[in-house]
T-cell receptor, first 110, second 114 residues
């Protein structure tokens, strides 16, 4: 699975959009981009995933660049409860395990 | 909403003792996983399980570890003779299928070996 690079930490004001970037320049054609988050020491929580098209669900939007070498997770209106570590993971088609990196620690402040 | 449940939430055991961590995956899911997270470190894959057998395991998952699906609902992780370095959060996860389906995680069991 391709390696990902994320900033170590980010801040965001409550109510503003949080844009979390991820680089995955070695991604191959059949690899998906997944985002999970971990609030404190709880279990990782699935957020969203995509292949090449932009995706949106009730939690977030995922924007994948046309060359698929990077992506951005957007939390449109961040709340204090969105404070967490966010993991960008590249996962091959028809594979099972997830390989977690160190993620981005997002701090939402009032 | 269906969820993965894990018991106990916290287990304290003496070094050398056997522990069994329990998980109830989401009912229609076919793939099951164990991950662990040592305090302050990354979430690490341990093992995946499908069709009543291990489909993949990491180098962490040595002979001290075993997994079992003893009935139609439970999925267990056994550590035969615990070591201090086994102290960690252990997360169970399940998924309907392989990627691109998503995996859902339980809230974890904190194992403390003393």
């Amino acid at each position: 699975d391709a390696k990902t690079t994320q900033p170590t930490s980010m801040d965001c004001a409550e109510g503003r959009a949080a844009n979390l970037p991820c680089n995955h320049s070695t991604i191959s054609g059949n690899e998906y981009v997944y985002w999970y988050r971990q609030i404190h020491s709880q279990g990782p929580q699935y957020i969203i995933h995509g292949l090449k098209n932009n995706e949106t669900n009730e939690m977030a939007s995922l924007i994948i660049t046309e060359d698929r070498k990077s992506s951005t997770l957007i939390l449109p209106h961040a709340t204090l409860r969105d404070t967490a570590v966010y993991y960008c993971i590249v996962r091959g088609y028809n594979t099972d395990k997830l390989i977690f990196g160190t993620g981005t620690r997002l701090q939402v402040f009032p | 909403e269906p969820e993965v449940t894990q018991t106990p939430s916290h287990q304290v055991t003496q070094m050398g003792q056997e522990v069994i961590l329990r998980c109830v995956p989401i009912s229609n899911h076919l793939y099951f996983y164990w991950y662990r997270q040592i305090l302050g470190q990354k979430v690490e894959f341990l093992v995946s399980f499908y069709n009543n057998e291990i489909s993949e395991k990491s180098e962490i998952f040595d002979d001290q570890f075993s997994v079992e699906r003893p009935d139609g609902s439970n999925f267990t992780l056994k550590i035969r003779s615990t070591k201090l370095e086994d102290s960690a959060m252990y997360f169970c996860a399940s998924s309907e299928g392989l990627s691109p389906t998503e995996a859902f995680f339980g809230q974890g069991t904190r194992l403390t070996v003393v």
